[in-house]
């Protein structure tokens, strides 16, 4: 509904992460995660560099097709931090989102021994 209560007939659509988790054998996590269109998480692990999990699928709209999602994964260390955030995080007016998610990224990477 608009302010004025009148409905705006437009179509819905979204983004979204979805993150599952679960714990391997050898102490470790394995991740898995689907991503339509949302902003990349980000993974920090101790003693390495922080991994933008850029790989995504297509967006949830109604004029596209409903097809089967693709997943990815990784083994995840004892130590990691898996950071996953909203748009409002890194997008500001006349700003490159890129860079703000680089920004964050880089804070992440101070934070993580």
């Known amino acids: ?3 004025l209560g009148q409905p705006l007939f437009l179509p819905a659509s ?3 992460v979805h993150v599952h988790l679960s714990p391997a054998s050898d102490g470790r996590w ?3 995660w689907s991503n339509a ?3 990349p998480p980000l993974l920090a692990t101790p003693g390495s560099a922080v991994e933008t999990l850029a790989r995504h699928d ?3 709209h109604p004029a596209l097709p409903a097809e089967p999602r693709t997943c990815d994964g990784r083994s995840m260390a004892p130590g990691s931090t898996l950071l996953l955030y909203t748009d409002g995080l890194v997008e500001q007016r ?3 989102i ?3 998610i680089d920004r964050v990224g880089r804070l992440l990477a101070a ?3």
Do not use: K, W
């Open 58 to 60: 297509v967006l949830l």
């Open 30 to 32: 394995r991740l898995r």
């Open 111 to 113: 934070a993580t021994p």
């Open 98 to 100: 890129e860079a703000h």
């Open 14 to 16: 979204g983004t979204i």
């Open 37 to 39: 269109g949302h902003p």
């Open 94 to 96: 006349h700003g490159d």
């Open 1 to 3: 509904m608009s302010e």
